[in-house]
């Protein structure tokens, strides 16, 4: 029964003992939402993936940037087992590592995009896109897309609301704009 659950990315049964019998609560939740659930098993037809695997996965869709630290804290892993999660889904190419060693930061690959559901809020898509500009000088409303999962309207209107406020600035016009920080 546990294991049926944690395949169906559902939160455990509960049991408890009341001295005479013992009773088992199964939650039909999950901190998984249905949609996220679904795009972790279209992720599965690419690679075989561990429990751990699917958690770091969807942080990295709803927009974190994972570090050792960050995965250690989410799955209760001691170092080697946090790194092994990274470098294994790197290797299987589910994350891009930016950096090395202490410093690498793993972000999810462009090419998997997260359903909408999994979109930030507006502050934290702001952000996103300041920081992948800081970290690659500049980037074009395509680079946007990959790593938000917006659609091309949404994210010319989030980069020109930036370049308004004087918080990024245009390069070029037209084909092959990019916007990089001023």
């Given at each position: ?6 395949d ?5 049964p ?5 001295g005479?019998e013992?009773?088992?609560e199964l939650p039909?939740?999950?901190s998984?939402a249905?949609m996220e659930?679904?795009?972790l098993?279209?992720?599965e037809?690419?690679g ?9 996965i969807?942080?990295?869709?709803r ?5 050792n630290?960050?995965?250690?804290e ?6 080697a087992a ?5 470098g294994r889904?790197r290797?299987a190419g589910f994350?891009e ?5 202490g410093?690498a930061?793993y ?5 998997l ?15 996103m ?9 500049s ?5 946007v ?9 949404e994210?010319?209107?989030?980069l020109?609301r930036?370049?308004a406020?004087g ?7 037209r084909?092959?704009?990019r916007?990089?920080?001023?």
């Amino acid at each position: 029964m546990q294991d049926t659950m944690a395949d169906a990315m559902l939160d455990p049964p509960r049991f408890t003992d009341n001295g005479h019998e013992v009773v088992v609560e199964l939650p039909l939740r999950s901190s998984l939402a249905p949609m996220e659930r679904a795009w972790l098993r279209k992720l599965e037809h690419r690679g075989n993936l561990t429990g751990a695997d699917r958690i770091a996965i969807v942080n990295a869709a709803r927009g974190e940037i994972l570090t050792n630290a960050r995965v250690r804290e989410l799955l209760a892993l001691d170092r080697a087992a946090a790194t092994a999660v990274l470098g294994r889904l790197r290797d299987a190419g589910f994350l891009e590592q930016h950096g090395r060693r202490g410093g690498a930061t793993y972000r999810l690959t462009g090419s998997l995009n997260p359903p909408s559901g999994l979109r930030l809020g507006e502050a934290d898509l702001l952000k996103m896109v300041l920081e992948l500009s800081h970290d690659r000088g500049s980037v074009t409303n395509s680079d946007v897309r990959r790593a938000t999962g917006l659609d091309r309207v949404e994210s010319l209107a989030m980069l020109n609301r930036l370049v308004a406020d004087g918080r990024l600035k245009r390069i070029e016009e037209r084909r092959g704009t990019r916007y990089s920080l001023p």
